[in-house]
Nanobody, 129 residues
Framework: QVHLVESGGDSVQAGGSLRLSCATS????????GAWFRQSPGKEREAVAG????????YYDLSVKGRFTISQDNATNTLYLQMNSLKPEDSAMYYC??????????????????????WGQGTQVTVSS
């Protein structure tokens, strides 16, 4: 069974940085699709960033492009989300998602439909002004 465990959430001031981690386990070393989503109270869950770990596909929401960077460490099966220049509107619960049966051509559909097979429990990010 695939497990995803997020960490790294914290409270920071506007302009600060955080790095979220998503430790994945229970899967093979084959490439997969991974993504970060966020949800704040009263709002719908939204995609923040995603990638195909085999390369060739990456996604950023316009609201975070240029400030956030998604990356992977294949040696430790970890996904990261580096968040710089944080704004109060970035405050949310951040969730890691993964789908092990996908190709680089599936990433956009998975993100649009939010139909990843596996989800973590979330890590809270709070940005104060």
């Amino acid at each position: 069974q695939v497990h995803l465990v997020e960490s790294g959430g914290d409270s920071v001031q506007a302009g600060g940085s955080l790095r979220l981690s998503c430790a994945t386990s229970g899967h093979t070393n084959n490439p997969y699709c991974g993504a970060w989503f966020r949800q704040s109270p009263g709002k719908e869950r939204e995609a923040v960033a995603g990638l195909y770990t085999g390369g060739g596909a990456i996604y950023y929401d316009l609201s975070v492009k240029g400030r956030f960077t998604i990356s992977q460490d294949n040696a430790t099966n970890t996904l990261y989300l580096q968040m710089n220049s944080l704004k109060p509107e970035d405050s949310a619960m951040y969730y890691c998602a993964a789908d092990m049966r996908c190709s680089l051509f599936d990433l956009a559909v998975l993100i649009h439909r939010q139909s990843f097979a596996y989800w973590g429990q979330g890590t809270q990010v709070t940005v104060s002004s």
